[in-house]
Nanobody, 123 residues
Framework: QVQLVESGGGLVQAGGSLRLSCEAS????????MGWFRQVPGKEREFVTF????????YYADSVKGRFTISRDNAKNTVYLQMNSLKPEDTAIYYC????????????????WGQGTQVTVSS
């Protein structure tokens, strides 16, 4: 059984930075990589970024490209999301999830999800 636990969310002013962490327990080796999504109440969950375990390639939504960086620490079974130059529109609950195959930006490609961590950016 896989468990994902996010941490690092909080309140920050526009232009500030936060680093989110997603610690995985259990077997993640059958998955293809880890993704981050975000969701605002009343809206669909939105793709943010993805890292492929085998190639280490990373992919980003246009809205965060150049501001957010995904990385991993294999020894700690942890994936990070460094968020810089934050904007009020980045306010959302952020989720990490394991990709089991398929298009990295589609929620249907993910089977395990964390509980989410709130990020609030004030203007």
């Amino acid at each position: 059984q896989v468990q994902l636990v996010e941490s690092g969310g909080g309140l920050v002013q526009a232009g500030g930075s936060l680093r989110l962490s997603c610690e995985a327990s259990g077997s993640v080796f059958s998955s293809y990589g880890m993704g981050w999504f975000r969701q605002v109440p009343g809206k669909e969950r939105e793709f943010v970024t993805f890292i492929n375990w085998r190639t280490n390639n990373t992919y980003y939504a246009d809205s965060v490209k150049g501001r957010f960086t995904i990385s991993r620490d294999n020894a700690k079974n942890t994936v990070y999301l460094q968020m810089n130059s934050l904007k009020p529109e980045d306010t959302a609950i952020y989720y990490c999830a394991l990709n089991i195959g398929g298009f990295y930006a589609a929620t249907r490609s993910y089977n395990y999800w964390g509980q989410g961590t709130q990020v609030t950016v004030s203007s």
